[in-house]
């Protein structure tokens, strides 16, 4: 597991413990990587952080053409896998999880825990003001560097 | 759908010191249909007896017995029922000090029967 903010490290593990997801990732709504667990490759990171911010990109326009409030969780469910995307509401912004698990855990254990991890990211979370937006010219910068910490390469 | 569903814990609700039954999906572990007192939380308790006879499964499994059938758990201060039945549907009552155990037990594994 890495986080690019120490403070998240401890809830995250604790879900991922709780939960058995295979796969965890945080990131903001604009697909900045904040935490990962289960990666093995700084490119599937990527990969993944950019559809699942587009997915819920595209999901809150569908509620919004339909005149329904944003929706908060989206399911995909496989045979083996599936895939838990959720917004998560922490002082710092809007971030959004993707959670990928087997048959080992179910949907339900998955998002309680999840929902307690939210709690547990507003208790640990600092009491600064947040991080300055990341502009288009940083951002190959500010991308890299999120994966150093990653990866640690 | 979902009222039928619920009809099927009726009876059971009005046995002396239950406290709330639901009939959880147990393939996710997300609630179906639920008549829960206030402070439980159905969410979370629809997640964790799914999981929990997910893994009683493994264990019957181990010993050759097949799925669980029923589950029966005292605590200090009542008991939980799960029975599976039919649909890969598991019904979960709740039941507070002072319930007919053998009572329970037989209406819960009555009721999940008709489920699905």
Known sequence: MRAIESWVTGPLQTFVNESAARLTLLMTGSGQVIAQHGFARSLDVMS?????????????????LIG???FQVLVHQGSR??????????PAGRWIGLVVFGRETKLGVVRY???????????AAPRTPPPRKVLAADFETE???SLRTLFGR | M????????????????????????????VVVAASLMED???DAFAALTASLVGRLGSLTDLAGQGAPRCVQLHAEHGAVFLATG??????????GAGTPVGLARLQVIQAAGQLG
């Open chain 1, 48 to 64: 993944a952080a950019a559809l699942g911010a587009g997915i819920m990109a595209s999901s809150q326009e569908i509620a919004h």
């Open chain 1, 68 to 70: 329904w409030p944003e």
């Open chain 1, 81 to 90: 896998h599936s895939h838990f995307l959720a917004l998560v509401d922490v």
């Open chain 1, 113 to 123: 825990f999840f929902d307690r991890m939210i709690d547990e990211l507003a208790t």
């Open chain 1, 143 to 145: 991308l890299h560097r």
């Open chain 2, 2 to 29: 979902t009222d039928d569903l619920a009809a099927v814990f009726e009876p059971i609700l009005q046995i002396r010191g239950v406290r709330g039954a639901m009939i959880v999906s147990a393939a996710d572990g």
């Open chain 2, 40 to 42: 439980v939380d159905g």
């Open chain 2, 86 to 95: 039919p649909a890969d549907l598991l019904l979960v009552v709740l039941a």
